[in-house]
């Protein structure tokens, strides 16, 4: 069995596409702009290319985009003043706070200082909160891009057992709210999970975001399963993987995600589709 590999940047192409059109068709009827603001600490590299590359797609779907840099020496008062500033701008539809913070700030304290109502990376809280209780919220957008990719595909999780490998607060909890409410049966499993493989071959779907480079291998997954791989590793010689050893996977599960190319291409696209949101929302309670 040779897997079907769930291409990630076709999709994001297609979901652009369809962007464009609804920002353009907003902005005709509202004669309202609509601008993302970025908070970026410091000058670590990645996340220089990261800002980069949403100011590149915010251009190409007709959003503006604002950056405000910060020095990565900021306090942690200063940094959550700036925050505050930033989310009461009239003009910004949506904030984004660039993570990770300098390891002296704290990143928690920082994101209760959104306007949640402007979280459009579903950070705050009162967002979480409200997803863990399945209302609506806005998510983070790197799992939301995940049931992108299954829908995409025809995969419904619907009654089937998924198993999640990682339970952070950016991706497998978030994921696991999503997919309950998705009907489908769900396992979190972590580093004190005894005999992952065990688990993960019962399950249909399963999901990793561990961040360590191909932990999860064929052996470990129920043949024609699907794979989500949200992890991203640099290895040293420069060369982007995975969390699951895509080679021996890919003979075994029907379907899996690339890395790169799979879960990522998809995150940016719904990070602006929440500013449309996050837009349409502040109309409605303004009018």
């Known amino acids: 069995m040779t897997a079907i590999v769930l291409d990630g940047r076709a999709l994001a192409q297609q979901l652009c596409q369809a962007l464009q059109a609804e920002v353009l068709a907003f902005r005709t009827v509202s004669q309202t702009p609509l601008c993302l603001a970025v908070i970026q600490v410091g000058e670590e590299a990645a996340s220089k290319r990261y800002v980069r590359s949403i100011k590149k797609l915010c251009a190409e779907v007709g959003l503006a985009c604002s950056l405000e840099k910060l020095p990565a020496t900021i306090e942690q008062e200063q940094l959550e003043g700036a925050i505050r500033r930033v989310s009461g701008r009239k003009e910004v539809a949506g904030v984004l706070l660039q993570m990770p913070l300098p390891a002296h700030l704290d990143a928690e304290r920082a994101t209760r200082q959104l306007d949640y109502r402007k979280d459009v990376d579903g950070v705050h809280p009162l967002n979480a909160g409200l997803l863990a209780l399945g209302r609506p919220a806005f998510v983070p957008n790197t799992p939301a891009g995940g049931l992108e990719l299954l829908r995409s595909a025809g995969i419904d999780p619907r009654g089937k057992r998924v198993g ?22 769900v396992t979190i499993c972590h580093s004190q999970t005894v005999d992952l493989g065990g688990v993960l071959r019962e399950c249909e779907i399963v999901a990793v975001a561990i961040g360590k480079p191909g932990q999860i291998t064929g052996a470990m997954l129920r043949p ?6 949200f992890g991203i590793n640099v290895q040293a010689n420069g060369q982007v993987v995975g969390d699951v050893d895509f080679a021996s996977a890919r003979e075994v599960v029907g379907a899996i995600t690339p890395v790169p190319g799979g879960t990522g291409p998809i995150t940016n696209v719904l990070l602006l589709r929440n500013v449309l949101l996050a837009g349409r929302q502040m109309l409605v309670s303004e009018g």
């Open 224 to 229: 024609g399963a699907t794979v989500l791989d």
């Open 164 to 185: 999640i490998v990682g339970r952070s607060a950016v991706v497998g909890r978030p994921l696991a709210a999503l997919l309950l409410q998705a009907d489908a049966t």
